[in-house]
């Protein structure tokens, strides 16, 4: 069995490495648009990109967002995009854990993120079906443990467990399962999605557990429908290609499956799925989230070494860091109230949706 999913895990990375995984629709942020402040009345070299996560600091709102582990492989890329957070100081999440809880063995390729990030903010990681089928507080500490984790995320992935050959599809209980744990664990726990965002419904569902926060991981980034298509294509599994075809592009769009969650929730709100630039973090903040989180791109740049990973980062701070400079706002407390307009899909969807989006509309440039 552990066998299996170490396998499996190699097949992700090499998967999501190689192919092309990314949804064939956008995130939403394109119906977002800040408002251009043309005297922004502040100087760029003022703008200070420090922000909080429950009560930890990060230098700017980013997290490396989980991944990997479980095969030496992962224990590499886990290194550099490691030591990369604990440089910038901001957060990094590691890949479901399962491999670990089920083989000690492969601890070492999830332990080596604390070893390399021994102060940044470390996110553990489980899946909510691995809950349900029977993980509990002693499995679930086992986790926290090994990376010495400051929060833990517990995944949702029907998604995935459905284009998946060996897909565990008992999603019953689930609410029951997170409140438990919820109540057992003694820091933070987030509830995060995989690709396929969250609607308003559910995060009250999961609000009422008595979770501290929720990773939207919305449609319009990596696809685990495409990630499993191009798997079943090489075991030529007819019925998994035609499922990971059809459902490609399925979820909630990053930006709609957000702003549903901030407006419906009071719980922290973490934007990943998509997020490609600093400007996608801009307008994530502004709608609200506290941080936004990379996935797909942070591997493929790990993979290359970390000068690339490094590169690809400091890129996103200035996009990040020009965003809030053009919007007037000296640090991501006033961007959460930079003046926006939401526009075309996005408005509909919202609309159809009857989520208020009044708050937004009524800030000014001041
Ligand atoms: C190779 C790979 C492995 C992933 N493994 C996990 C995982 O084990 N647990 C999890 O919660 N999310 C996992 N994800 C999902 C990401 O955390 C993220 O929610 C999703 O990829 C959307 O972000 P992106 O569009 O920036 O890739 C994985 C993503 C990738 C690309």
Known sequence: ????????????????????????RGTGFEDVHLIHKALP?????????????????????????????????AARINAILAEVAEDLQIAIGVGSQRAAVENPRLAYTYKIVRKKAPTAMVFANLGCAQLTKGYGKEEVQR?????DANALMVHLNPLQESVQLEGETNFRGSLNKI??????????????????????EVA????????????????????WAAVE?????????RTRVRLGKTFWSWG?????????VVKSTGLT?????????????????????????IALPALRSAAMGRRSLDEMLSLMFEELRTAMFLTGSRDPSELTRAPLVITGELYQWLEQRGVSIQEYARRTVS
């Open 179 to 200: 409140r438990e744990i919820a109540h057992e664990v003694d820091i933070p726990v987030i509830v995060k999605e995989t690709g396929a965002g969250i609607s308003r």
């Open 204 to 223: 009250r569902a999961i609000e009422a557990t008595g979770v501290d926060g929720i990773d939207v991981a919305g449609a319009g980034g990596t696809s």
């Open 41 to 73: 009345e502040i100087d760029k070299k003022e703008v200070d990109l420090t922000s909080r996560i429950f009560e930890y600091e990060l230098r700017a709102p980013i997290i490396l967002e989980s991944m990997t582990g479980g095969t030496p492989s």
């Open 229 to 237: 298509y191009h798997r079943a294509r090489e075991i030529r599994n």
């Open 252 to 260: 909630i769009p990053t930006a709609a499956s957000l702003i549903e």
């Open 143 to 147: 986790a926290i443990d090994m990376v």
């Open 1 to 24: 069995m552990s066998r299996e999913t170490e396998r499996r895990k190699l097949s992700h990375i090499e998967v999501t490495l190689r192919k092309e995984v990314q949804s064939r």
């Open 269 to 293: 709100v973490i934007a990943s799925g998509g997020i490609r630039n600093g400007l996608h973090v801009a307008k994530a903040i502004a709608l609200g989230a506290k941080a936004a989180g």
